[in-house]
């Protein structure tokens, strides 16, 4: 695949002005052989206007979602008042919850409890991961009794959602700890994650998938590294739950957190989920520990006795109303394999950046976005001078993606609702636009590559932040 002019291949014979018919040919028989395509009917798309390629950020809502809340409101709440935190399951909706999410990411039943944001689960996760790998007993104090941790480095993946480096940088503060900001794609050398590993070592946290690039990390390599080095990790799931399988329980993850607004279409501030692996559940010490993580929260004790499980994880009372629009949200994934999302999440994106070769004038955009399948989650990000306009004219006219500044346009791919029309439609309109937006600088990124090849590291990529109101 080599970049080409825009439409160069127009032909009469396609429906829509300055398509390649051979793409919209192939887009028909990828759609036709869908095995996913009946679940889009599920989903509320303003279609044919919008193409809504922002399910890595918001996820779309279910058709059935406001009736259910409807009912949440006006009977559980309306009538039956108080008595729905027993009658309508509303006190165990976080464990219970947890546990339909579970399967998605390869949880063990009683390992995932639902609340919060994931900012505060990643509080969570990484004190309590501190807390697990300190040496039991006084092994860690010496003589003159200052507590002096062994193991006193959190390693933090460099281009990590800023909330977590925020929290962790906050968390070493409280534990007396200091991070180590490491690259996670990097195999090795100074600065990898892998040739950062130690005995200094006590917890890793990081993304699976990066928020800007779309590259996937290596969760059991790394977490089998940072076992060797006898330390801990937490994964940060929020744009691989619901995209592709995770394999925590399989891969012996220690901690993992992850949002529901994403792939798993839970809403708006839908909350967030936190993963305790089994063995570790016994000794999880929250630093938030809540009345609902009491073991008998009615008993209103002054002293504090952790629950059973992943409950220990829950804090105070749940938001009910998000947490049952996700619930409804989940009825989406009955009977839907993981496998298959992963399958068709591949395609999806893959098929895209062949679009994009095709449509985009050459040299205006290049993929940050691995290349190999191994190191792709489900969204595509485009490196382009023009972003913040190119995007502007995209959503304007019905391709929803979004900007993360200064210069990148990311298109996320949701294999329950998109179809491989939407990506050939995407491609044709930002070739169009691309067409019109004159060049303002020319596209230099030596680390980079065109659509067709591999990304740059991630740890070479400058952060960017979301906009007022976005979530990434
Ligand atoms: C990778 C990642 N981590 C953490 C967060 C923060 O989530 P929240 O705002 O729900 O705390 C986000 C938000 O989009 C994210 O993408």
Redesign the pocket.
């Known amino acids: 695949m080599s970049d080409s002019p825009l439409a160069s291949s127009a032909s009469s014979v396609s429906s829509a002005k300055g398509a390649a018919p051979q793409l919209v040919e192939r887009a028909a028989a990828l759609d036709a052989a869908d095995v996913l395509a009946p679940l889009r009917d599920l989903f509320v798309l303003d279609r044919p206007a919008t193409t809504y390629l922002d399910g890595n ?1 918001l996820g779309a809502l279910p058709r059935h979602v406001p009736a259910r809340l409807q009912d949440v409101i006006t009977r559980q709440w309306g009538e039956l008042g108080i008595r729905s935190w027993t009658e309508s399951g509303w006190w165990t909706a976080p464990e219970r919850i947890g546990d339909r999410i579970a399967p998605l990411v390869g949880a063990a039943p009683g390992s995932v409890v639902v609340g919060d ?4 689960n ?1 509080f969570k996760a990484v004190v309590g991961a501190v807390r697990l790998a300190a040496p039991a007993g006084d092994a860690a104090v010496p003589a003159d009794g200052t507590a002096v941790p062994v193991r006193d480095e959190i390693l933090v993946d460099a281009t990590t ?1 800023p ?2 480096g925020y929290i962790a940088r906050s968390a070493a503060r409280l534990t007396g700890h200091r991070i180590v900001p490491v690259d996670p794609a990097a195999a090795t050398g100074p600065g990898s994650l892998l040739g950062s590993l130690g005995p200094r070592t006590a917890v890793v946290l990081v ?1 699976h998938v990066d ?1 800007r690039t779309g590259r996937l990390h290596d969760l059991p390599g790394i977490t089998a590294a940072a076992h060797d080095a006898g330390g801990l990790v937490v994964w ?1 799931l ?2 691989s739950a619901g995209a592709l399988p995770v394999g925590l329980d399989a891969h012996g993850v220690d901690l993992a957190v992850g ?1 529901t ?2 792939y798993l279409n839970g809403g708006p501030g839908a909350p ?1 989920f936190l993963y305790v692996a089994e063995r570790h559940q016994s000794r999880f010490d929250s630093p938030l520990p809540g009345w609902n993580s009491h073991a008998d929260p009615f008993a209103m004790s002054p002293d504090f006795a952790a629950a059973e499980g992943a409950v220990r994880g829950r804090v105070g009372t749940p938001d009910i109303l998000s947490t049952l629009a996700l619930d409804a949200a989940l009825d989406v994934w009955e009977g839907v394999r993981i496998e298959d999302v992963r399958e068709k999440s591949l395609a999806l994106t893959d098929f895209f950046l062949e679009c994009v070769a095709e449509y985009a004038p050459p040299g205006r955009v290049r993929s940050l976005t691995p290349a190999a399948h191994a190191e792709r989650g489900s969204q595509v990000a485009l490196r382009c001078a023009e972003a913040p306009a190119v995007m502007a004219a995209l959503i304007a006219r019905g391709v929803v993606g979004d900007l993360r500044r200064p210069d990148v346009l990311r298109f996320g791919f949701t294999p329950l609702y998109t179809g491989f029309a939407d990506a050939e439609r995407a491609a044709r309109v930002l070739g169009e636009i691309l067409a019109e937006v004159p060049a303002e600088v020319p596209a230099q990124a030596p680390a980079e590559t065109s659509v067709e090849g591999s990304a740059e590291s991630p740890a070479a990529t400058p952060r960017a932040d ?1 906009g007022p109101g976005a ?2």
């Open positions: 950020s944001s994931t900012s505060v990643v959602f909330t977590d993304n928020f940060d929020c744009h949002c607004y994403k967030a979301a979530n990434e």
